[in-house]
């Protein structure tokens, strides 16, 4: 069954720092999200991606965040200058078209210390 | 805003009682989704509701969902310890992202 793949699995950074994470996701899916979700809470929308740009952010995707689909398969969250309130689980999802068949990665979880 | 709310937050039960998680949700929507999410891990499809009166059952668990009361319910009958983890609920409204519920927590004991 076709996955989407999210790199690193887990990455700590000091704050401050600048930190990209990965996700690949399946092959004929057009439509692209992040979300997070702060240890023992709910998942939290953070943007969609759909034909090479952003087509929603929530409050939470502010300056210090941006996504980029730099060469047709990865999709990148990058997170400028990293606080220690974004320490999270963060996660990919894709679908070829909403509202059918969302597919979420394994995650990746980000630790700022 | 659309808003999420299940209820319980944690629900305690035995093997082999039948219980009912509910998901309430604030604005019109006929999209409603069910996730499993074991500790540490994704999220796990286990059904999409994309009409009134929709009803998917998938082995000890069954959901359904009403948009006329902007409610859907995941029931669970005869509760095995495998089906311990975080249920979620998720709607979508007029755009394409899921706006998830708080969860539920489900432990099921010997």
């Known amino acids: 069954e076709p996955e989407v793949t999210q790199t690193p699995s887990h990455q700590v950074t000091q704050m401050g720092q600048e930190v990209i994470l990965r996700c690949v996701p399946i092959s004929n899916h057009l439509y692209f999200y992040w979300y997070r979700q702060i240890l023992g809470q709910k998942v939290e929308f953070l943007v969609s991606?759909?034909?090479?740009?952003?087509?929603?952010k929530s409050e939470i995707f502010d300056d210090q965040f941006s996504v980029e689909r730099p060469d047709g398969s990865n999709f990148t969250l990058k997170i400028r200058s990293t606080k220690l309130e974004d320490s999270a689980m963060y996660f990919c999802a894709s679908t070829p078209r909403p509202p059918y068949g969302y597919t979420f990665g394994s995650g990746t979880r980000l630790t700022v210390v | 805003e659309l808003k999420v709310e299940q209820n319980p937050l944690f629900l305690s039960m035995q093997e082999g009682k039948n219980y009912t998680i509910y998901c309430n949700y604030s604005?019109?929507?006929?999209?409603l989704y069910w996730y499993r999410q074991d500790p540490g891990k994704s999220l796990e499809s286990l059904f999409v509701l994309l009409s009134n009166g929709a009803v998917k059952q998938e082995g000890r668990l069954m959901a359904s969902l009403d948009t006329k009361a902007r409610l859907s319910t995941l029931h669970i009958t005869a509760a095995v310890h495998d089906l311990s983890a975080t249920y979620f609920c998720a709607v979508t409204g007029t755009a394409s992202k899921l706006t998830f519920g708080t969860g539920t927590r489900l432990q099921v004991t010997l």
């Open positions: 604005t019109t929507s006929d999209r």
């Open positions: 991606f759909y034909n090479n740009e952003i087509s929603e």
